[in-house]
């Protein structure tokens, strides 16, 4: 596995303000994702971080409203632009190592919008 | 039809007893299968992974795959109060690496 670090690990932000989480992986990893939970549910896919390349969207999230960056193998960005209360959640990000399947998860960054 | 399906919880089971956790996933081409484990408020930790058909042991931990009734499960020996969790089936999507993440099973483990 992975040692993965998110910052922040939480925040309260106001309606209308941008907020961007921060992870980073303490070796290189070949794939990096980004995942939602929302109070009380499971994980939803927002993207997988794509090194050097925009970033792969799941249906229902777009880049205005998720901008992601990976400039590199061990490091990835989350922006949530324009929050609303409903953007309130954790966000996760997972990677992916070499010749392997399984996902590994950061701690998570747990977001209030007021 | 939901991606993937998990029995709906809480589900209580007494110390020491066997915890059964089941997931059903709707893509045919799917190959790769997933356990985590969820603590309230913490981050999903992965437990089992499965590729094959049949059984896979891990200490207390069972996995088993039924690929043609695209079933897969958890079963959880001797359960411990530590073992009370939401239990995260995932699936791979397609042939991609992507997951699809089931609802969640919520176990408690009654002392």
């Known amino acids: 596995s992975a040692v993965i670090s998110q910052k922040p690990s939480r925040d309260i932000c106001q309606r209308g303000t941008s907020l961007t989480i921060q992870c980073q992986v303490d070796?290189?990893?070949?794939?990096m994702f980004w995942y939602r939970q929302q109070p009380g549910q499971s994980l939803t896919l927002i993207a997988t971080?794509?090194?050097?390349?925009?970033?792969?969207?799941e249906s229902g999230f777009v880049i205005d409203k998720f901008p992601i960056s990976r400039p590199n193998l061990t490091f990835s960005t989350l922006t949530v632009s324009n929050m609303s209360p409903e953007d309130s959640s954790i966000y996760l990000c997972?990677?992916?190592?070499?010749?392997?399947?399984?996902?590994?998860f950061g701690p998570g960054t747990r977001l209030t919008v007021t | 039809q939901k991606e993937v399906e998990q029995n709906s919880g809480p589900l209580s089971v007494p110390e020491g007893a066997i915890a059964s956790l089941n997931c059903t996933y709707s893509?045919?081409?799917?190959?790769?299968f997933f356990w985590y484990r969820q603590y309230s408020g913490k981050s999903p930790e992965l437990i089992m992974s499965?590729?094959?058909?049949g059984d896979k042991e891990d200490g207390r931990f069972t996995a088993q795959l039924n690929k043609a009734s695209q079933y897969v499960s958890l079963l959880i020996r001797d359960s411990q109060p530590s073992d009370s969790a939401t239990y995260l089936c995932?699936?791979?999507?397609?042939?991609?690496?992507?997951?699809?993440f089931g609802p969640g099973t919520r176990l408690s483990v009654l002392p």
């Open positions: 070796s290189q990893v070949t794939m």
């Open positions: 997972s990677v992916k190592l070499a010749g392997v399947y399984e996902q590994y």
């Open positions: 893509d045919r081409v799917s190959q790769s």
């Open positions: 499965i590729y094959s058909n």
């Open positions: 971080a794509n090194q050097g390349s925009e970033a792969t969207y």
């Open positions: 995932a699936v791979n999507r397609g042939y991609g690496q992507n997951f699809v």
